[in-house]
């Protein structure tokens, strides 16, 4: 399928993600990492910090409003609470399960995700793992264009966190 890898091995493919356990076997699952040349400990607020805004391309995702570009005092999410906000107000899909520093897991609008903040040497690997179920009648569409949303999310989450 168009869009369904960016910046990932096949090793990062084929391992474990908590949206898995949600949609076992899901007809749809979209890959995206990137590396960030900080440690776990700073790439995490800036996980933490999806729950204020999307950070992809503001002006589609946040109705023109400019995504936080400093951190926030936010606790780390709890399950049940709203994953994240549009225009800074609008709450939009919830949390599923999370794990500080290792995992966030959420479910918008029947697409579930998990952000996985993977250690190596220095720096970090930021994955994220898209599952869905093809039955509803828009996955095919947000499949293909999630690709250069997600890719732009993680690439400013990459500098946010650098610039610290």
Same mark, same amino acid.
């Given at each position: 399928?168009?869009?369904?890898?960016?910046? $990932?091995?096949?090793?990062? =493919?084929?391992?474990?993600?908590?949206?898995?356990? *949600?949609?076992?076997?899901?007809?749809?699952?979209?890959?995206?990492?990137? #590396?960030?040349? $900080?440690?776990?400990?700073? *790439?995490?607020?800036?996980?933490?910090?999806? /729950?204020?805004?999307?950070?992809?391309?503001?002006?589609?995702? &946040?109705?023109?409003?400019?995504?936080?570009?400093?951190?926030?005092?936010?606790?780390?999410? =709890?399950?049940?609470? !709203?994953? #994240?906000? $549009?225009?800074?107000?609008?709450? $939009?899909? /919830?949390?599923?399960? #999370?794990?500080?520093?290792?995992?966030? #897991?959420? *479910?918008?609008?029947?697409?579930?995700?998990?952000?996985?903040?993977?250690?190596?040497?220095?720096?970090?690997?930021?994955? +994220?793992?898209? *599952?869905?179920?093809? /039955?509803?009648?828009?996955?095919? !569409?947000? !499949? =293909?264009?999630?690709?250069?949303?997600?890719?732009?999310? +993680?690439? &400013?989450?990459?500098?946010? !966190?650098?610039? =610290?």
């Amino acid at each position: 399928m168009i869009g369904e890898r960016w910046g $990932v091995t096949d090793d990062e =493919v084929a391992r474990w993600y908590p949206c898995d356990d *949600v949609i076992p076997d899901a007809p749809i699952q979209l890959w995206r990492g990137i #590396t960030i040349d $900080v440690p776990p400990a700073q *790439v995490w607020p800036w996980v933490r910090q999806l /729950r204020l805004a999307p950070y992809s391309y503001d002006w589609i995702d &946040n109705l023109g409003r400019r995504s936080p570009r400093r951190l926030s005092p936010l606790l780390d999410p =709890v399950p049940g609470e !709203a994953f #994240t906000k $549009v225009a800074g107000s609008f709450a $939009v899909g /919830r949390v599923i399960s #999370t794990q500080p520093e290792d995992h966030l #897991t959420a *479910v918008i609008m029947g697409a579930v995700m998990s952000y996985v903040v993977q250690e190596q040497v220095g720096r970090t690997r930021l994955l +994220l793992k898209i *599952v869905m179920d093809r /039955r509803r009648w828009y996955s095919l !569409a947000v !499949a =293909v264009g999630d690709w250069p949303m997600a890719r732009r999310q +993680l690439m &400013n989450l990459k500098a946010h !966190a650098e610039a =610290v």
